[in-house]
């Protein structure tokens, strides 16, 4: 056994100091053949081990050159039983102090490390085990149990029969991170790539928030299935389905922007997607600000088809089906901030609920088919071109059939050409037309 063994090494002209240390240290070995470069080991524990990396600029310019060398004879170290109690990991990157409280690939800071490693094997650039862990990270993030047969490589961390056990998420099955080098872990955003298989899953935003910030306001539990791969900013998913309360998604997805979901671009093809207003207000408030049209009226939405775009500017292709009626849609809407909406593109209604819509007590529902590019929705803020044909709609306590209309509608003005076949009614008029009155007129 051995007691208080301590290293340090520092390195100003590669620009790295690292410190080891460890209070006690036993080791059973069966075999140990430096000539050989082959270890053998039965059981190694270690008690209160301290490891510390601060990577900065270093004086050495940076030249690269590549030398040939000879291949080296390969490490073949093995271990039966590597135990861990009370250890300490820290890493840091260009500085020594975290300039943020949540996690910061480039501060990190593991304590209270308690882990059994068993049939650890490493053989040339490649280490397998499996791997029982649990240790909690300065940002709050605890790993309560991480399980799995382990593969490590300088390109790969990969764990199959994956198990991990967090603050309040569970995620199953299949995880690895895929990199350059070990140093793209300093930059996990944006050089480490994910790839899993989750299955039977459960992920908190509150521990996602750990990550991102802005998620803290959620507080929900996310079912989850399927495989991802990407990076954390350019994020795909293939199969996936996604639960939370009323809220369900089946389909696949590519999300670039990330963490920012507000800055992220969207590509999701939904093969099935249902929720509720109650449901996205809680994920995303700032649909509470746009008051017109009044989406709380949609107290369910299941849509099948394709979104693109951003969240306050986008595009959606498919059905839209609600308890006000059926959208079928291939329309881009643009959502500024404290502006007025925009529209455009091909639209079909089916039975739906306008009025209630757009809290127009005049206006019923509106069954039209045909294309529309416009701003706003009050009467006083519309100002829409269209083009199509209204099957029917209810305005002003009548029932209206049979419309074609080709114009531009502006303060209930249609200026344009407009067609009715309403069998009380045969009117064909082109021009201004008043639309402000129980019946459209002409002035």
Request: charged share 20%; proline share 3%; hydrophobic share 35%.
């Amino acid at each position: 056994m051995f007691t208080n063994v301590s290293f340090e090494q520092k390195d100003e002209w590669a620009g790295e100091l690292l410190t080891a240390k460890v209070s006690h240290l036993d080791l059973d070995a069966k075999n140990i053949n430096i000539a050989k470069k082959k270890i053998d080991i039965n059981s190694l524990k270690l008690i209160d081990p301290y490891f510390h990396t601060y990577s900065y600029k270093g004086r050495r310019p940076y030249h690269p050159i590549t030398i040939k060398e000879k291949a080296a004879q390969p490490w073949d170290v093995a271990i039966a039983e590597l135990v861990i109690n009370g250890g300490h990991l820290k890493l840091d990157n260009n500085s020594l102090t975290p300039t943020v409280n949540y996690f910061d690939s480039k501060h990190l800071d593991f304590t209270s490390i308690n882990t059994t490693i068993k049939n650890l094997r490493w053989q040339g650039d490649t280490l397998r085990a499996n791997v029982d862990l649990a240790t909690t990270e300065r940002s709050g993030l605890q790993v309560k149990t991480l399980k799995g047969a382990l593969k490590m490589t300088p390109q790969v961390l990969e764990f199959a029969n994956f198990y991990l056990q967090t603050n309040e998420s569970i995620l199953r099955n299949y995880f690895a991170m895929r990199f350059d080098s070990l140093g793209s872990l300093n930059d996990i955003e944006h050089a480490v790539k994910m790839d899993a298989n989750f299955v039977n899953s459960e992920i908190a935003s509150n521990d996602v928030a750990l990550f991102a910030p802005y998620l803290k306001t959620w507080h929900r539990k996310f079912g989850l299935n399927g495989k991802i791969k990407g990076t954390v900013d350019d994020l795909s998913g293939k199969a996936v389905t996604i639960q939370s309360g009323s809220t369900f998604f089946n389909g696949d997805f590519n999300i670039i922007g990330l963490p920012n979901i507000n800055k992220s671009y969207i590509n999701a093809t939904a093969s099935d997607l249902h929720t509720t207003y109650t449901d996205l207000s809680r994920m995303f408030p700032d649909i509470r600000k746009v008051t017109m049209p009044d989406f709380k009226r949609i107290s369910y939405l299941h849509f099948h088809g394709t979104f693109t775009g951003f969240l306050n500017d986008f595009v959606t292709y498919g059905t839209i089906q609600t308890n006000l009626g059926t959208l079928v849609t291939d329309l881009n809407m643009k959502l500024p901030k404290g502006g007025l909406p925009a529209y455009s593109g091909s639209l079909t209604t089916k039975n739906f609920q306008l009025g209630r819509f757009f809290n127009n007590p005049d206006l019923g529902t509106v069954s039209f088919n045909g294309d529309v590019k416009g701003r706003g929705f009050t009467n006083s803020q519309l100002d829409l071109t269209l083009n199509g044909k209204v099957q029917k709609i209810q305005y002003n306590g009548y029932t209206y059939q049979n419309i074609t209309a080709k114009g531009k509608i502006s303060k209930n003005l249609l200026n344009g050409d407009f067609t009715m076949n309403d069998p009380n009614a045969a009117v064909h008029l082109t021009g201004l037309i008043d639309l402000s009155k129980a019946l459209p007129r002409l002035t």
